[in-house]
């Protein structure tokens, strides 16, 4: 059987998955987001799960991760364990708000009461209910439906997940930390929909964190609106750490006013499939739009980067660098996009993607590209694909450092130009150490984990 | 200031295009549309052997179960193949012995497109095949070259009395299956060049094809095959105009390559089709498969390109690195002017060991052109050591044209080295005012920039193709400061 048919019957299992439950998903979340269900159903009829044939989806075959058996937990309450026993985030004096996910759901039993006022954080369900007005304003309105048979799907079963809203001109001195557990005894496909409002001249700093606790496999779609008004400043960091044998694709839809500032760094440190999406619009003059992204793989790991900057307004600045590591049989793949339409002058816009192959069966695939319609524009675009420079290699095994030591030195200091934009120093020096052992192969774990993934 | 580069703009994109006559020559057609009849009454109009019509009858039926290929970024408008003209040859004996016996309107023609067709302009130093519409009409320098052993003649002539080179090659680089307008050229081509360099000679002269569509409502559909033997060496040139036309015409062609061990293939083209007028009126589609094969170890093949010219060019020519250590390189230069659009690059596959190659590519966009570049560097698993280094700018001049660029890299071996990069961006002010101090105008100014950044590229070409496409950019782009 060809792709294109198992593409086919994989759709339609998807198709009767909402047809089963969509009484369950409609009654029991909230009406603003059971209005966008029908046209995502719709969509998603149309466009199905994107193969290869997909200019976007070239390098990734989606749907070899999405197939299997899975089974799906629609419940708005899910069953009442207590996380905050068996996991901790253990980076030492990291101070931040914690939110707790669970499977895709707001754990019932996150407390910050010192939040600052007028700072919401809550779970998606309850947001779409209790204030309305923002959530009518925001959410489903970056995404649409209509471009990725995956967007039509998390639209479609979106039932929960995190809720945050910042009012203008406020500023949360610590970070928001959203730790993504995905806890089973069975196999899992996990549905998360997040919305961001961060109101004009805001402030604030996002870490997501997606950890795996049980040996199982889950398949996550997770997708995140973020709306940055005027004169915002936005910061996500995102650790991903799963287990080899889940499959995580993520979307994250970054919607800039007049002079706000957002910047992603993306660290996939571990996972089988990782996928990420990142789109942003520049929608005001004198936007500033930075992502990164450092990615490790290894043994069977696929990971792949998809970038969209659109640049709609004039003035606009974007960077985008990204750097991958891969060994064993790991593929990567990189799909950067920069579109500057043609009212969109002095835009300045930059993206390079480097990355290390270390071994014979690791594969890299790049596609930087540019879509310029705008004649007073300065943009350039970089790819690299090697291995380690023999010639720096040289130099430190002449002043008698290991092989060993030597290649972990050079990889490390490929990564660092990542890690470097991280402004959370506490945060920043775990991750150097995690990369760092997980470049040694040491799987890297939080430590007082006790789930011993494989 | 401003008033002032409006008035270079008007005046540039006023600008006539330079080889839009007609000829008025007889011309034999054939009716339009394509079936299979229509392939036999070409194939039997050049009597051609029975594989031909087998060839051209198989590719056909490949093509009638293909579709348009959507994918580039180029806006084309249906074209109705059923209203092409596929077969135009100018009437006259169909093998001049001499050039007496040439129509000599057909030599006026070619006096005014500057082309060294009469054997006294030896001095110029170039083998000439000229293709009128569809048809060869002249292979200078034949005698010369046969002294060497080289075969470098009209593609019917190489069908009739070359068939076993003809069988071995036709199809080995550019199979009839390979793309929609490819199995369309396999099966309705009417001539092209044919070139032959036997084992350990270096063509001592350029040679060179000159491609020019007179009749109205044909398509002018050539196939040119180069083999290059071991040790072998040969410069290739390809020339091409049209008449200026309101309608569109096709041009769908098809270059193939063959290197074997230690060959160098060197392939330069000067593309000048009719652009079309500045409302985008007329002008060639011009949707080319070019590919080389370096079949053999230590080969070589160097593409060089200036597209200036067609309403729309649609081409990659490629290089496929199968021997251990050959070279393949792209050095193009892109102009897009008015409503023109080109989307065009290159593909670089390598499978041989310590392959290398070179991509340059210079784009430049004006007026409402749009201008896309399109490559791959593809590194199969076997090939190590490979190198590539590619470099692809966009220059923008003028408000409302663009520049892409769509770069592929795929890498299945780790010991590869891959480099790419771009940028996109406009003639400075800065550069502008700094030429302006020394006394040189706007238009000056301009045409020294665009001739500097383009220089890397034009300095690849042949001399006498240097000087040519150096004026051609002048007089797409001088003055038009964005």
């Not at chain 1, 390098?59 to 089974?71: A, M, Q, S, V």
């Not at chain 1, 009012?167 to 929909?193: A, C, G, H, V, W």
């Not at chain 2, 703009?9 to 549309?33: C, H, N, Q, R, W």
């Not at chain 2, 350029?206 to 040969?234: H, K, P």
């Amino acid at each position: 059987m060809d792709s294109e048919s198992h593409t086919y019957e994989l759709k339609n299992e998807f198709i009767k998955l909402y047809q089963q439950n969509a009484d369950f998903l409609n009654s029991n979340s909230g009406p603003l987001m059971n209005e966008f269900r029908p046209k995502a159903f719709d969509d998603f009829v149309k466009l199905g799960i994107p193969t290869t044939k997909n200019e976007a989806y070239k390098y990734t075959h989606i749907e070899e991760y999405l197939k299997g058996n899975y089974e799906v937990e629609f419940s708005v309450d899910p069953f009442r364990i207590n996380l905050k026993e068996i996991f901790k985030c253990d980076i030492p004096d990291l101070d931040t708000y914690v939110v707790l996910m669970l499977n895709g759901s707001y754990y019932y039993d996150n407390q910050m009461p010192s939040l600052p006022d007028g700072i919401i954080v809550c779970g998606l369900n309850e947001a779409s209910v209790r204030y309305p007005e923002i959530f009518r304003m925001h959410y489903g309105k970056y995404a649409d439906t209509a471009t990725d048979g995956l967007i039509a799907l998390n639209t479609l079963f979106a039932y929960d997940g995190v809720f945050i809203y910042i009012p203008d001109k406020m500023t949360i001195e610590k970070p928001l930390q959203i730790i993504n557990i995905s806890y089973s005894f069975r196999n899992l496909r996990i549905t998360r929909r997040n919305l961001i409002v961060a109101g004009s001249g805001s402030s604030c700093n996002i870490v997501f964190c997606d950890h795996t606790l049980c040996a199982h496999n889950y398949t996550t779609n997770s997708l995140t609106e973020i709306f940055a008004a005027q004169d915002a400043n936005i910061e996500v960091t995102r650790i991903q750490n799963e287990n080899s044998l889940s499959s995580h694709i993520s979307h994250t839809f970054f919607h800039q006013e007049e002079r706000s500032s957002v910047t992603s760094n993306t660290i996939s440190l571990h996972g089988g499939l990782i996928r990420n999406n990142f789109f942003a619009r520049l929608n005001g003059t004198g936007c500033e739009s930075n992502h990164y992204g450092l990615f490790m793989g290894d043994d069977n790991q696929h990971i792949a980067n998809f970038t969209y900057i659109n640049h709609a307004m004039p003035n606009c600045t974007s960077n985008q660098l990204f750097k991958g590591i891969l060994d064993e049989n790991a593929t990567g793949a990189f799909n950067g996009k920069i579109y500057v339409s043609k009212d969109a002058q002095k835009t300045l816009a930059y993206q390079k993607n480097s990355n290390l192959l270390l071994s014979p069966a690791a594969r890299m695939n790049s596609k930087p590209h540019l879509e310029i319609y705008a004649d007073d524009v300065k943009c350039s675009h970089g790819a690299t694909i090697g291995s380690i420079d023999a010639e720096a290699m040289f130099y430190l095994r002449s002043r008698g450092i290991t092989e060993k030591e030597a290649r972990q030195l050079l990889m490390y200091a490929f990564a660092y130009e990542i890690i470097n934009k991280i402004n959370i120093e506490v945060l920043r020096d775990r991750i150097i150490d995690l990369v760092d052992r997980r470049l040694r192969g040491e799987l890297s774990r939080c430590n007082n984990c006790h789930i011993h993934c494989q | 200031m401003e008033n002032s580069q409006e008035q270079i703009l008007s005046e540039v994109t006023g600008s006539e295009y330079k080889y839009g006559f007609t000829t008025d020559i007889e011309t034999e057609l054939i009716p339009a549309g394509l079936n299979e009849d229509i392939i036999r009454m070409i194939s039997a109009r050049k009597n051609e052997p029975e594989f031909m019509l087998e060839f051209r009858l198989k590719a056909y039926r490949h093509w009638k179960t293909m579709e348009m290929p959507r994918w580039a970024h180029l806006n084309i408008p249906p074209i109705d193949f059923q209203q092409i003209i596929y077969y135009a040859a100018p009437k006259s004996r169909p093998n001049p012995k001499s050039l007496d016996e040439v129509d000599p309107e057909l030599l006026r023609t070619f006096e005014k497109l500057g082309i060294p067709l009469e054997e006294q302009k030896q001095l110029a130093g170039v083998a000439v095949d000229v293709v009128m519409d569809s048809v060869s009409v002249k292979t200078t320098f034949k005698e010369t070259l046969a002294e060497l052993g080289v075969i470098f003649c009209s593609m019917s002539e190489a069908i009739r009395e070359h068939p076993d080179l003809v069988k071995k090659y036709l199809g080995s680089v550019v199979p009839y299956t390979d793309n929609f307008f490819a199995s369309l050229n396999s099966a309705v081509f009417s001539d092209g060049s044919f070139c032959y360099i036997p084992k350990g000679v270096r063509c001592p002269m350029e040679l060179s094809t000159y491609f020019r569509i007179n009749a109205a409502n044909t398509g002018q559909f050539e196939r040119t095959l180069i083999v290059a033997e071991d040790d072998s060496y040969v410069s290739y040139l390809e020339g091409c105009t049209a008449p200026m036309r309101d309608e569109h015409q096709l041009h769908a062609a098809v270059v193939e390559i063959v290197a074997l061990d230690n060959a160098e293939v060197k392939y330069s083209t000067v593309q000048n089709w009719y652009p079309g007028d500045k409302h985008g009126q007329g002008g060639i589609y011009n949707f080319v498969t070019k590919r080389g094969i370096c079949k053999g170890d230590n080969s070589k093949i160097s593409w060089t390109q200036v597209e200036t010219g067609s309403a729309i060019t649609w081409k990659y020519p490629s290089c496929i690195l199968k021997g251990d250590n050959s070279v393949g390189e792209f050095y193009s230069v892109a102009v897009t002017n008015n409503f023109q659009q080109a989307d065009t690059g290159t593909k670089m596959i390598h499978i041989g060991k310590n392959t290398r190659s070179t991509i340059i590519s210079k784009g430049i966009s004006a007026g409402y052109g749009q201008n896309s570049y399109r490559g791959l560097v593809k590194v199969t698993k076997n090939a190590a050591g490979v190198r590539n280094f590619t470099q692809c700018d966009s220059l923008l001049l003028g408000d409302k044209c663009g520049a892409h660029t769509f770069p592929y890299l795929e890498v299945e071996n780790d010991t590869a080295i891959i480099e790419h990069e771009a940028t996109t961006s406009k003639i400075s002010e800065d550069q502008i005012f700094y030429c302006n101090q020394r006394g040189l105008d706007n238009e000056t100014a301009v045409g020294l920039i665009v001739n500097g950044y383009a220089r890397e590229v034009l300095n690849k070409l042949p001399m006498e193709f240097a000087v040519e496409a150096q004026k051609l950019l002048q007089i797409s782009l001088e003055g038009s400061v964005g």
